[in-house]
């Protein structure tokens, strides 16, 4: 079984600033981690996902994340917030070499940046 | 351009009504999923199918209903027996099965506000 944590429902950070959101998750094997991002009233669209391969995810918008192995966290990481990054953010874990109907989403982190 | 396509955006019903919620895809996906979001809650798999005919139980199937006659798509039908029905409804499609190498694409949803 595996499930995940999102601490802080809600973050706001000023335009220019480092975004930090964060997710915690447990799993009895390696899992699969992804980030996806929900701008209102719309579905949610795959921001970035971790494989083995690197513990440096790269994904879109200038986003990353690190993959902790020890810490049992994979933080989404953004250096520098433009105000279309304010949208909601759901860290989601699955098994390794599990179907896409066992992902496990996160309750949520609503992103704001002040301006 | 491929996608998925979710009718209505906004749907209104009186309690005791059963309700059918649109989801077609043009994506040449196999699986397909309805998942329930609530407020500071994630998002929760309803149903599933991965399979023309052939679908299976989410985490909270009670009260919903699908089907799967084209591979194209995959209402969801909200029944009266479903006891808190008001949330916002998102549908998606994976090109295979598995959780890595299939990332979810999503509607745009469909709000359901039963009075």
């Known amino acids: 079984a595996q499930s995940v944590t999102q601490l802080g429902s809600h973050v706001s950070v000023s335009e220019g600033a480092l975004v930090l959101l964060r997710c915690n998750y447990s799993?009895?094997?390696?899992?699969?981690l992804f980030w996806y991002v929900q701008y209102p009233n719309q579905g949610l669209q795959l921001l970035l996902k971790?494989?083995?391969?690197?513990?440096l995810v790269k994904g879109i918008n200038g986003f990353e994340a690190e993959f902790k192995k020890s810490e049992t966290s994979f933080h989404l990481t953004k250096p520098s917030a433009h105000m279309s990054d304010a949208a909601e953010y759901f860290c989601?874990?699955?098994?390794?070499?599990?179907?896409?109907?066992?992902?496990?989403f996160g309750k949520g982190t609503k992103l704001s940046v002040i301006p | 351009d491929g996608g998925i396509t979710q009718s209505p955006k906004y749907l209104f019903r009186k309690e005791g009504q059963n309700v059918t919620l649109s989801c077609e895809q043009n994506?040449?996906?196999?699986?397909m999923y309805w998942y329930r979001q609530d407020p500071g809650q994630g998002l929760r798999l309803i149903y599933y199918s991965q399979i023309v005919n052939d679908f299976q139980k989410g985490d909270i199937a009670e009260g919903y209903s699908v089907s799967r006659e084209k591979k194209e798509s995959f209402p969801l039908t909200v029944t009266s027996a479903q006891k808190n029905p008001t949330a916002f409804y998102l549908c998606a499609s994976t090109r295979g099965s598995g959780a890595f190498n299939s990332p979810l694409h999503f509607g745009n949803g469909t709000r359901l506000t039963v009075t």
């Open positions: 994506l040449n996906h196999d699986a």
């Open positions: 989601a874990v699955s098994l390794s070499g599990a179907g896409s109907y066992q992902l496990t």
């Open positions: 971790y494989t083995s391969a690197a513990t």
């Open positions: 799993s009895s094997v390696p899992p699969y």
